[in-house]
């Protein structure tokens, strides 16, 4: 199969840097859906086009078990400061989370497997909006799941790529790989007045102090030290003058979690600390929005996918993913079916690197193919295993 995907190599790089010199954003993705629509139709499948929006669902073969493919496609808002020949055309967009190598390799797995003879079906999802949410607060993973997208489906895969591994290498976890999200929005209420006579009023920023302090304190006091968890407060605002005492303060922030029974101790240790500010006389007002599932990989999925990295790249080819709390939207298709992520190694030698979403992220193209291979190897093991 690597052999396979390594004859296609030009078609990957040539696909991959159209997308990179063409970024579109969020749900805005007409030029780069169209262009994955008409190939996947080329190459003799079904395809529904504007499924949530903008993404693209097309299967093929028949009967049998039915594989998902996902692959994420919108760039960020982000002015790449590269030097290369496949630089953005886009002033003030960039593919810097690697989403334009997602949909080429994607595409060559669409084409390969289009050259099966395959003991089942395989659907591919191209979705938009993988990096931020719309008017309704709905990314595209959570739009494409609404209209049925992953119906039917038995097993779901997606990679993302890795500036930090090295290429030849992928990277997989059974359970809890990457982090679930609330936002939090909160006004703490005080009693404004003169910075001189501070006793005639309720300071709220002395009330924040003390919430503050008490909010860093829900992981580190109030969570089981297992249970990976994280706290933030990214935005504070309130007052105006130097010496004016204001009303309220505002604040935002973000909570992560990897179980929902931890996202719901969460929320009520966030809560509790707020209570803070009526003993000291003040009150609030605090809002949770929910902002995506942790991604849980599948045991069975995640064993299959290990199982194709090793024989594919051999021993050291595969190891333990970088664990971390950042989110992502891919765990919205797997509230239908078991799936899983991996992550695949692009890092680039000999230069500095740098990470998802920076003005420089690159990737080394060699791993084009090879993640190719084992998205279209991992999906013919599922098809075979059923049959
Ligand atoms: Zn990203
Ligand atoms: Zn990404």
Redo the contacts with the bound molecule.
């Keep these: 199969m690597l052999k396979q995907a390594h004859a296609i190599s030009e078609e990957l790089i040539e696909w991959r840097r159209d997308f990179h010199m063409h970024p579109e954003i969020a749900f805005d993705l007409h030029r780069t859906s169209k262009i994955v629509a008409d190939e996947l139709e080329k190459m003799g499948y079904r395809v529904k086009r504007g499924v949530g929006k903008t993404g693209v669902v097309a299967e093929i073969g028949d009967g049998g078990k039915l594989v998902a493919i996902r692959a994420d496609m919108d760039a960020?808002p982000i002015f790449e400061q590269n030097e290369t020949e496949y630089i953005s055309q886009n002033t003030g967009a960039m593919h810097a989370?690697g989403h334009d190598s997602h949909t080429a390799m994607a595409l060559g797995a669409a084409l390969l497997l289009s050259k099966e003879n395959l003991p089942g079906r395989v659907r591919f999802l191209f979705q938009p909006c993988?990096?931020t949410t719309d008017d309704e607060g709905k990314s595209g993973a959570q739009r494409m799941f609404d209209e049925g997208a992953v119906d039917g489906v038995d097993y779901v895969i997606a990679q993302h790529v890795d500036p930090l591994s090295p290429v030849g290498t992928i990277a997989i976890n059974e359970g809890a790989s990457g982090g679930g999200v609330d936002t939090l929005t909160a006004t703490i209420h005080g009693r404004g007045g003169h910075g001189a006579y501070p006793h005639k009023t309720v300071d709220p920023f002395f009330l924040l102090a003390q919430v503050i302090n008490a909010l860093n304190g829900v992981v580190s006091r109030r969570l089981n030290p297992f249970e990976p968890a994280a706290v933030s407060i990214g935005s504070i605002h309130g007052g105006d003058a130097e010496n004016v005492i204001p009303e309220k303060v505002e604040l935002k922030g973000t909570l992560r979690f990897t179980s929902l029974e931890v996202q719901r101790q969460i929320r009520e240790e966030v809560t509790r600390a707020f209570e803070i500010t009526k003993a000291l006389g003040g009150n609030y007002e605090l809002k949770f929005e929910f902002g995506g599932m942790p991604l849980i990989n599948d045991k069975h999925v995640a064993q299959v996918i290990e199982g194709v990295g090793r024989d594919l790249l051999g021993e050291k080819g595969v190891h333990e993913i970088h664990k971390s709390l950042g989110a992502e939207d891919f765990p919205e298709f797997l509230k239908n079916a078991p799936g899983a992520m991996y992550t695949l190694g692009t890092k680039i030698d000999g230069r500095e690197v740098y990470e998802?979403?920076h003005p420089k992220f690159d990737i080394d193209e060699r791993a084009l193919p090879i993640g190719t291979a084992v998205l279209v190897e991992t999906a013919k093991r599922f098809l075979a295993e059923s049959a």
Aim: with cysteine; aromatic share 0%.
């Design positions: 960020l989370c993988e990096e998802l979403h």
